[in-house]
């Protein structure tokens, strides 16, 4: 194949129109983030709250069946305490997925 060699005026100018390109697209999104910023707050609280609680309710599930086994059949094991142990490795991955599955979101 033949290579087609372009004149320097002709790359100053396809230079010149990426470089526009991205300016504006970087101006747009500044643009927007100035217009939205009250809402990237009100997103933040939004997303620390559904973190917080997809950790603390396998956290106290698992705290519940623990006392209500330990209560029912009592062992030399404390099931309340590998429950709760459970439930915040549970939750921490909850946890994990949803901060992801926004993040992927935030990206788009």
Excluded: Y
């Excluded at 230079?15 to 300016?23: E, L």
């Excluded at 997303?47 to 623990?66: E, H, N, R």
């Amino acid at each position: 194949m033949a290579k087609k060699f372009r004149s320097s005026r002709e790359r100053r100018q396809i230079i010149s129109r990426d470089f526009h390109g991205r300016i504006s697209r970087r101006e747009d999104l500044k643009i927007r983030g100035a217009e939205q910023s009250n809402q990237a707050f009100w997103f933040g609280l939004g997303t620390f709250g559904v973190v917080g609680w997809s950790v603390v309710i396998p956290t106290l599930l698992g705290v519940a069946i623990g006392l209500w086994i330990d209560r029912t059949w009592p062992s030399r094991f404390s099931w309340t305490l590998m429950l709760l142990v459970g439930g915040v490795m549970v939750g921490c991955i909850n946890a994990w997925h949803w901060v992801r599955k926004i993040g992927m979101r935030g990206e788009q």
